[in-house]
Structures are given as structure tokens and as C-alpha cells.
């Protein structure tokens, strides 16, 4: 990839804010991008990070299993969002298995390049902010748990694991009713008015938004 169309794609990038141009440039001279064509494991729930990866382009889908071997979708992140950071100056295991989805290009990035080129107080700052999100996401995910209607759960839900850029997701309606505690029948219900309505198209195992703004309810 270009140098100066990567430096743009990642202006945004959350554990890059407030670098001096200097240092932005420095740092990303020093990490190698991979692009995937396929699903890929980057992070694997339970073992130890190497790097962490900013996502450039695509999405990378972060899920779990618990002691019960449920699985679970926990977040996809987008482009300028950060996986592996937390585990690699902990030193602890992954919490989750981070995915790159087909066509994802990604910064590979350690430990050691970070504090080589990021300031202390700016890394501390960065990190906080990112936890400080992380914190918002999960209070709104209790809220559409305990306050709304599954027929709105099932939108919100549909709305976070999607983006503008990025309108497909590999969500399954049995899943879709387990994120929103609800039937099968009621995902399948909802999601055949909302196909009616031109706001969504279903495929074998995908949903595709076709309407986002009527998708969207307010938290």
C-alpha cells in the first residue's frame, strides 16, 4: 500500500492521536501491513499475543466462548479501531479471538515499536480513551438489554455489528436471538418485516443493510 494513502487511512486511528506527523510517520515506517483475502485468526482466545493490529481496512470480528462453550460475537471493529493492544503490555492471554475478515488489511505492531515512537503520556492518554469507548459500548449494550423491545434489540444489534462501509454481517438468526433474548421466532418475524420494508436483504448466513438510517434507534 501506498505510504501517504496509509498515513491517511490512519489519521483517525485511535491509538495514534496526538502524534506529531513526525512521529506518526516514524512509527508506521517501522510496522509491516498484511492483507487478508480470507478469514484469518489474528488473536486466538487463551494465548499469548505477539502484537497487537490496527485495523486500515475491513473489519476484524472479535468473539468468545465461555466455560460453557457458548460463543459469542463480542464487537467487529473497524477501520482505526486496535486488537491485541491490552494483552501485549499485560502480558496476560487473549481474552477473545480477534478475525480479520476477507479483504482486511491491518498495522502489525509490538510493545516495543509503541513506546519506541509513542510518548508515555500520550500512549496513557490514548489507552484511556479506548477503555473510556469500551465502557460506553457496554453500558449501551446493558441498556438495549434491560430497556427495549426485542424488536429494537434485534435493530440495534443488526446496527452495531454492521457499518456504512461495511453493511453485511455473518450474524445467524439463532445467534440474533441469543444476543437479543428473544425466539427464533421473533428474530425471523422481525427480520422478514424489516426485509419487506427494503431496510435489510437476507442471505444464506448474511444480513445486508439496505436502509441504515431507518435501522437506527435511539439510546
Keep these: 500500500m501506498n505510504f501517504s494513502r496509509l498515513m491517511d487511512l490512519l489519521a483517525d486511528a485511535e491509538l495514534l492521536r496526538g502524534l506529531t506527523p ?7 515506517a517501522d510496522c509491516p501491513t498484511q492483507t487478508h483475502p480470507a478469514f484469518t485468526d489474528l488473536l486466538r482466545q ?9 485495523v486500515v481496512q475491513g473489519r476484524v470480528e472479535i468473539s468468545a466462548i465461555d ?12 477501520p482505526g479501531e486496535v486488537v491485541g493492544e491490552v494483552e501485549i503490555f499485560s502480558g496476560r492471554p487473549c481474552v477473545a479471538t480477534c478475525t480479520a475478515l476477507p479483504g482486511t488489511t ?11 515512537h509513542v510518548p508515555p503520556q500520550v500512549l496513557v492518554r490514548n489507552f ?3 477503555l473510556h469507548d469500551r465502557l460506553q459500548r457496554d453500558i449501551r449494550l446493558r441498556t438495549i ?33 441469543t444476543l437479543a433474548s428473544c425466539s427464533r421466532q421473533t428474530v425471523n418475524r422481525t427480520l ?14 448474511t444480513i445486508r443493510v439496505l436502509d441504515r438510517a431507518r435501522l437506527a434507534v435511539d439510546v
Excluded at 466455560?67 to 473497524?78: D, S, T
Excluded at 491491518?106 to 519506541?116: D, N, V, Y
Design 22 to 28: 513526525v512521529q506518526r510517520h516514524a512509527l508506521l
Design 67 to 78: 466455560r460453557q462453550g457458548n460463543a459469542m460475537i463480542v464487537h467487529v471493529a473497524g
Design 128 to 130: 484511556a480513551d479506548i
Design 145 to 177: 438489554g434491560q430497556f427495549y423491545s426485542a424488536e429494537q434489540r434485534i435493530c440495534l444489534y443488526i446496527e452495531q455489528f454492521t457499518a456504512p462501509d461495511y453493511p453485511e454481517t455473518r450474524l445467524s438468526q439463532a445467534y440474533l436471538a
Design 106 to 116: 491491518l498495522l502489525s505492531c509490538t510493545a516495543e515499536i509503541l513506546w519506541r
Design 46 to 54: 487463551g494465548e499469548q499475543a505477539q502484537g497487537c493490529f490496527i
Design 192 to 205: 422478514g418485516e424489516m426485509r419487506k420494508q427494503g431496510i435489510i436483504e437476507l442471505r444464506r448466513g
